[in-house]
């Protein structure tokens, strides 16, 4: 199972930004489709944004205009970039991506281990 690894997450105060990192561990396989979850305590996991192998973008109601995600496959990293931060968006952010290797395997529904944001108010 390749490794996705999530950093970036902390503390900051409302107002305020972040940006998240995953990267893929395994040097041969880069992002394909891809998305970035959070899940609050005592709620569900929920979709924040995707990004299509095309390069399409979806966002949540509640993160539009406030998020964005990309990628750079040439780093294999993806990146959730967050503005404008509410308490709201306190949760651990999750990275899931469709994997494709030099290969041409595809690997689906890699999981990374999570990153905390904790948003103050």
């Known amino acids: 199972q390749v490794q996705l690894v999530e950093s970036g997450g902390g503390l900051v105060q409302a107002g305020g930004s972040l940006r998240l990192s995953c990267v893929v561990e395994d040097p041969t396989f880069r992002f394909d489709a891809m998305g970035w979850y959070r899940q609050a305590p005592g709620k569900q996991r929920e979709l924040v944004a995707a990004l299509s192998t095309g390069g399409k973008t979806e966002y949540a109601d509640s993160v539009k205009g406030r998020f964005t995600i990309s990628r750079d496959n040439a780093k294999r990293t993806a990146y959730l970039q967050m503005n404008s931060l509410k308490p709201e968006d306190t949760a651990v952010y999750y990275c899931?991506?469709?994997?494709?290797?030099?290969?041409?395997?595809?690997?689906?529904?890699?999981w990374g281990q999570g990153t905390q944001v904790i948003v103050s108010s």
């Open positions: 899931n991506a469709d994997l494709r290797s030099d290969f041409g395997t595809i690997m689906h529904g890699a």
